[in-house]
């Protein structure tokens, strides 16, 4: 069989805003970012905030969509059925997915919910506690599973090489509840860690999307924070209060003691995988007054101590795998 040399293309497809978060965003980038020098990397988002281009332009192109439904049917106009395509949201339909095969791409998918059917090439699923049998899949359909396909930018990649270190109180906590924070949980965690002597400095992590007073004292805010500069405060903290979301996994890469909840329902089962896998510290539902008292909890008894965020599979091998993973793909066109 004669093997194409010519560089594959690569198409990246994933929104962000207020109702939606970053997530799907931000692990889409960091994907392409793992891929760029070896693929064609094209990335299509609905109307990019000054955020997401400048996050953008140091991978790979941007095309901007519509931001209303007829994003669909532009972003399948630009197929020409020789890329590889990676989805990443919950919106992209069994019947969605199909489309894009039919003009003859191979398709990714990144996360999998259990409740739809998946016609993809290749589902990519970040979680602890899911196998095949959870999901509705084609015969064909490759599943890969677990943390060691972390979906991680590249400054968290190189942070988790690093040693774990001591910590002591007080200690010096970053918050971050993702571009938008809907709920404000910013704002209720923050005044909870007021009250708490064991708590040093507080860093609040921002996006553009969050638009509620920033008004407390002796509170470092930081607002849409390169990868950079991102991974280098959550380093250099002690403990990181987190939904169970992309953030997440990126606290892990850097070993540091996490304490985690959920805020929407897709985020419960991530939860209690971490949990169950010792990973984190929980208090539950972050939006009910019961998860600010657990929150004290944790901090005043150090239970903390006893997780291993240290134990989790994110290595410095995953941009390899991935590597790996669409060569294959790529070959079998």
């Known amino acids: 069989m004669k093997i194409d040399t010519a560089i594959q293309k690569v198409f990246f497809r994933a929104d962000a805003g207020l109702q ?13 970012d793992m891929l760029r020098d070896d693929f064609d990397c094209t990335f299509f988002t609905q109307s990019p905030s000054e955020y997401q281009q400048r996050e953008a332009e140091k991978v790979c ?29 919950y919106f992209f339909t069994t019947e969605y997915q199909q489309q894009i095969r039919e003009k003859g791409c191979k398709l990714v998918c990144l996360d999998g919910m259990t409740t739809k059917h998946y016609v993809s090439d290749i589902l990519i699923n970040q979680s602890l506690d899911v196998s095949r049998p959870d999901f509705s899949l084609e015969e064909y359909t490759i599943l890969n599973t677990g943390l060691q396909y972390a979906l991680l930018r590249k400054p968290f990649l190189n942070k988790s090489i690093q040693p774990k270190r001591e910590i002591n109180p007080p200690f010096n906590i970053v918050i971050c509840f993702g571009g938008a924070d809907m709920y404000n949980l910013t704002d209720k965690v923050i005044s909870q860690l007021n009250e708490e002597k064991k708590v ?11 638009h509620c007073s920033l008004s407390h004292q002796n509170v470092c805010y930081r607002r849409n924070l390169s990868a950079e500069e991102m991974a280098d ?13 992309t953030v997440l996994k990126e606290a892990l890469a850097c070993k540091i003691y996490i304490i985690s909840g959920y805020f929407v329902d897709n985020q419960i089962q991530t939860y209690n995988a971490y949990l169950d896998n010792n990973l984190i510290c929980g208090v539950g539902d972050f939006t ?4 600010m008292k657990k929150l004290s909890e944790i901090i005043n008894t150090g239970v903390f101590y006893s997780t291993k965020p240290e134990n989790c599979k994110i290595d410095g091998l995953i941009p390899q795998r991935y590597i790996n993973m669409f060569k294959n793909l790529s070959i079998c066109k």
């Open 20 to 32: 939606i978060g970053y997530g799907h965003f931000i692990r889409t980038l960091a994907l392409a």
């Open 61 to 89: 192109p941007l095309v901007a969509l519509p931001s209303d439904d007829n994003k669909f049917e532009k972003f399948l106009d630009y197929l020409s059925g020789e890329e590889i395509v990676v989805l990443d949201n």
């Open 200 to 210: 040093g400095n507080i860093t609040t992590i921002v996006g553009d999307a969050y």
């Open 233 to 245: 405060v959550i380093f250099k903290s002690d403990i990181a209060i987190l939904p169970s979301s």
């Open 288 to 291: 009910v007054p019961a998860a």
